[in-house]
């Protein structure tokens, strides 16, 4: 439920303001098949099935399911006060500090001081999450002393394959008041994300909507794990490989930077970052990890592309227009200065945007028929 709700943030904040771009009205609805016709000579797409395994009940929100929903906004509108004398809890929220050390020698990059940390919410590729237990049952002032070995292949570097001592020291153990479910919530809610929400009502049927948006998600990714398990890739179409992986990694960049301030108030480093966003990129291999990234990704598109023209599935050059409005800024206040300047790939990324628009419902209805 935390990803839903996640993602559910995630939709409701990530609208773009469109600024106004007359339509041609005398330009031609051209009809464009697949984004890249070179696919076809890259990669083969065998037969495919639209017969899953996935609880299709999902499509429909519960009462339950919806409470659960709105209580984890609640729960991220609430707040946290210290409370003297209270013990950690399973999925609680602490500050602790930690000294470490492999073989007598103190390890200063595993060191923290008062870090804030939530209990069973950090990624599995963290160090701390091996002996996160060790917190539960221990007050302000409390000490620990916790030995952990780590796996030769485990993904965080400077702890893989040693056996290190920590010792902690419990600071603040918090105590979570859940804000109220009324009309105040709703106008922080719509204050906080400019929204236009602006009754209960309407905040459950948005959040009921993006619950389903979600389950229709699952089904295609699980409907595209038929398709790529069919794909056979020869090569990858000149110079896209090499566009993603750069582009991979300026999204990292950019997302770090975005939250780099607010990581280092709460004590979060940059590796923690890396393992929470983006599990198993390091610094190190960066390049390495955009690369694997990039790959998946052109194998997806490839797969994505390959079925929808055997679907036959289509979208006009006026659909994708008008898609390409959502990123026009002051800076491209046209279409075709937005073109002009992103070049090739962005067309056909934002060509491709459409199609899986498409694909998403007329997969998700193949599946939920087949089953």
């Not at 083969?44 to 996935?54: A, C, P, R």
């Not at 600071?171 to 809610?189: N, T």
């Not at 991979?248 to 890396?274: C, D, G, M, P, T």
């Not at 206040?333 to 002009?340: A, F, H, R, V």
Request: a negative charge.
């Amino acid at each position: 439920m935390k990803k839903r709700i996640i993602a559910f943030l995630l939709l409701m904040t990530m609208s773009i303001a469109l600024f106004g771009c007359k339509k041609d009205k005398d330009k031609e609805e051209t009809t464009t098949k697949a984004p890249d016709k070179a696919y076809s000579e890259c990669a083969t797409l065998g037969e495919y099935s639209y017969d899953i395994e996935y609880d299709f009940s999902e499509l429909e929100v519960t009462d339950e399911e919806l409470k659960e929903a709105i209580d984890e906004w609640l729960v991220i509108f609430g707040e946290y006060k210290v409370k003297d004398g209270m013990a950690a809890e399973d999925k609680g929220y602490i500050k602790f500090s930690l000294t470490a050390e492999c073989e007598g020698v103190i390890m200063p990059k595993l060191e923290k001081l008062n870090k804030t940390y939530s209990i069973n919410e950090s990624s599995d590729l963290d160090y701390i999450v091996k002996f996160e237990k060790e917190f539960i049952g221990m007050k302000a002032g409390d000490k620990k002393e916790v030995t952990v070995t780590y796996e030769a292949d485990f993904k965080d570097e400077r702890v893989s394959g040693k056996t290190i001592k920590y010792t902690i020291e419990m600071v603040e153990v918090y105590e979570l008041i859940k804000d109220e479910y009324d009309e105040d919530f709703i106008k922080k809610f719509a204050a906080t994300y400019n929204s236009e929400i602006t009754t209960k009502e309407k905040f459950e049927e948005e959040l009921k909507k993006t619950i389903i948006d979600l389950a229709n998600q699952k089904i295609m990714e699980k409907v595209m794990e038929n398709i790529e398990a069919s794909l056979t890739v020869k090569e990858y179409p000149a110079g896209e490989l090499e566009y993603h992986t750069v582009r991979i990694k300026e999204e990292i960049e950019a997302a770090y930077e975005s939250v780099k301030s607010s990581l280092e108030y709460i004590s979060l480093s940059r590796q923690e970052f890396l393992d929470a966003v983006y599990p198993g990129c390091v610094d190190s291999r960066m390049l390495e990890y955009c690369k694997g990234e990039a790959e998946k990704y052109l194998k997806t598109k490839m797969a994505m592309v390959l079925a929808l023209e055997r679907e036959g599935i289509t979208v006009t050059q006026a659909e994708i227009d008008e898609r390409a409005k959502d990123y026009l800024t002051s800076d491209f206040p046209t279409i075709d200065k937005l073109y002009e300047y992103y070049g090739e790939y962005a067309i056909k990324q934002i060509a491709y945007d459409v199609y899986m628009e498409k694909a998403e419902k007329i997969f998700c209805e193949k599946a939920i028929g087949a089953n």
